[in-house]
């Protein structure tokens, strides 16, 4: 089944406590991205990547780090997180061409 | 810097009447996308618009995208409950599919029986 998928869907933090949202997709897409979700705000994009070792910041970058060594794996680093960053974040992932992208199922992140 | 509005931002509707939702962006783009979210769920991809003129229609639904006014319009037809969700459109401003996605604020959509 073609998916995107992301780990953990829930993580409670404390500030400054380095972690990792996981992004892994199957579909071979060479595009994938990270938004967060806030109300109001609709999606915003973070970070985005058109291929391995391509990334380029989003929208709202900073406090954020991304790698892409593989091209299946799009993960996100928080260094040091802070209680703004609390948000719920989206990885997804589309083709070159005339596709939509299509969304992992969020993760739920809570920064004290 | 690409600005994407849609209105309404909330929605409350009977069943069985018609409504239209509005997506305005700000700059030159012949790719727009409508997506649904349920309550704590994922984005779903409803329609796929790519050009001037173009018209989606899955059931009840209803998208078009006018690239000249810079508009798309999600058109809701004899609303039923099952519709209830949140519906962001979203543009590619790269004009490439690079997944660089402008999307709107989104409509909270509540239809009542």
């Known amino acids: 089944e073609a998916q995107v998928t992301q780990n953990p869907r829930y993580l409670i933090t404390v500030t400054g406590k380095k972690l990792t949202v996981t992004c892994s997709q199957n579909?071979?897409?060479?595009?994938m991205s990270w938004y967060r979700q806030d109300p109001g705000l609709g999606l915003r994009q973070i970070y985005y990547s058109m291929n391995v070792e391509v990334t380029d910041k989003g929208d709202v970058p900073e406090g954020y780090k991304v790698s892409r060594k593989e091209k299946r794996n799009f993960p996100l680093i928080l260094e040091s997180p802070s209680p703004n960053q609390t948000s719920l974040y989206f990885c997804?992932?589309?083709?070159?061409?005339?596709?939509?992208?299509?969304f992992g199922q969020g993760t739920r992140l809570t920064v004290v | 810097e690409l600005k994407v509005e849609q209105n309404p931002l909330f929605l409350s509707m009977q069943e069985g009447k018609n409504y239209t939702i509005y997506c305005n962006y700000s700059?030159?783009?012949?790719?727009l996308y409508w997506y649904r979210q349920d309550p704590g769920k994922s984005l779903e991809s409803l329609f796929v618009l790519l050009s001037n003129g173009a018209v989606k229609q899955e059931g009840r639904l209803m998208a078009s995208l006018d690239t000249k006014a810079r508009l798309s319009t999600l058109h809701i037809t004899a609303a039923v409950h099952d519709l209830s969700a949140t519906y962001f459109c979203a543009v590619d401003e790269s004009g490439t599919s690079y997944g660089k996605l402008t999307f709107g604020q989104g409509t909270i959509l509540t239809v009542h029986p």
């Open positions: 579909m071979n897409h060479e595009y």
């Open positions: 700059t030159t783009s012949d790719r």
């Open positions: 997804a992932s589309s083709s070159q061409g005339v596709t939509e992208a299509f």
